[in-house]
């Protein structure tokens, strides 16, 4: 019999590892890492404390996730990404700048979010600039769907936040729409929100302004 295979919100393109990438997948994933299990984490015993807990999908090369622990020593980042490049990067990035704030889960985000996670324990959720599959065929591999949002919301603290950014307007149309058809979050501004401090500008985002290309976060919080 068979079953039918989940859609996934990404591709796995692994890319080429650099040897520093490879390096600090080797040596320092298993101090900074979790690996993926079925089974619910103790979010305050990963980090050896008591403090507000940000989880980031799809961290990309981390370069922004690491300038936002950094910038925040008081709260705990964890990131979820597939890409092996970009995870050999974060840890990199980790280990230069001394960060005990942030550790790192390569595995799919749908299920670390649905056996490891445990309802209202997140004060807040990062989705930037995901994949936004802008062919209208590709449309159901977007990561922002109702069921997806639905997740989201049981895993968010109540008045927890989730903070969305894209630079493809369409894809910010779509998100906006989804969000709004959730009772459990409330926009925290009319429609887009201004780019938060706590954002870094990244290069290729201010490449993208400097072209006119558009950028829409979308905020949310949890009731």
Same mark, same amino acid.
């Given at each position: 019999?068979?079953?039918?295979?989940?859609?996934?919100?990404?591709?796995?393109?692994?890319?080429?590892?650099?040897?520093?990438?490879?390096?600090?997948?080797?040596?320092?994933?298993?101090?900074?890492?979790?690996?993926?299990?079925?089974?619910?984490?103790?979010?305050?015993?990963?980090?050896?404390?008591?403090?507000?807990?940000?989880l980031e999908i799809g961290f990309g090369m981390g370069g922004a996730t690491?300038?936002i622990a950094a910038a925040n020593p008081g709260q705990d980042y964890l990131?979820? +990404?597939?890409?092996? *490049?970009?995870?050999?990067?974060?840890?990199?990035?980790?280990? =230069? $700048?001394?960060?005990? #704030? /942030?550790?790192?889960?390569?595995?799919?985000?749908?299920?670390?979010?649905?056996?490891?996670?445990?309802?209202?324990?997140?004060?807040?959720?990062?989705?930037?600039?995901?994949?936004?599959?802008?062919?209208?065929?590709?449309?159901?591999?977007?990561?922002?769907?109702?069921?997806?949002?639905?997740?989201?919301?049981?895993?968010?603290?109540?008045?927890?936040?989730?903070?969305?950014?894209?630079?493809?307007?369409?894809?910010?149309?779509?998100?906006?729409?989804?969000?709004?058809?959730?009772?459990?979050?409330?926009?925290?501004? +009319?429609?887009?929100? *201004?780019?938060?401090?706590?954002?870094?500008?990244?290069?290729? =985002? $201010?490449?993208?302004? #400097? /072209?006119?290309?558009?950028?829409?976060?979308?905020?949310?919080?949890?009731?």
């Amino acid at each position: 019999m068979e079953h039918s295979r989940p859609i996934r919100s990404f591709v796995l393109r692994q890319g080429r590892l650099t040897a520093a990438q490879e390096r600090a997948v080797d040596t320092l994933l298993p101090l900074f890492g979790i690996p993926y299990g079925a089974e619910t984490l103790d979010l305050d015993a990963v980090f050896g404390r008591s403090a507000p807990k940000i989880l980031e999908i799809g961290f990309g090369m981390g370069g922004a996730t690491a300038v936002i622990a950094a910038a925040n020593p008081g709260q705990d980042y964890l990131g979820i +990404e597939v890409h092996t *490049p970009g995870v050999g990067n974060l840890l990199k990035l980790v280990e =230069e $700048q001394g960060l005990t #704030n /942030l550790r790192v889960i390569q595995h799919d985000a749908v299920e670390v979010l649905r056996f490891m996670i445990a309802d209202s324990t997140l004060d807040g959720v990062h989705i930037f600039f995901p994949d936004p599959w802008h062919k209208k065929r590709h449309h159901k591999r977007r990561l922002l769907q109702a069921e997806f949002v639905n997740l989201l919301c049981a895993k968010l603290k109540p008045a927890g936040y989730l903070h969305f950014a894209t630079d493809w307007e369409e894809y910010a149309r779509w998100t906006l729409e989804v969000l709004h058809d959730q009772p459990l979050l409330i926009n925290t501004a +009319e429609e887009y929100a *201004p780019r938060p401090e706590y954002r870094p500008l990244t290069k290729f =985002e $201010q490449r993208g302004l #400097n /072209l006119g290309h558009g950028v829409w976060d979308l905020i949310y919080r949890r009731v």
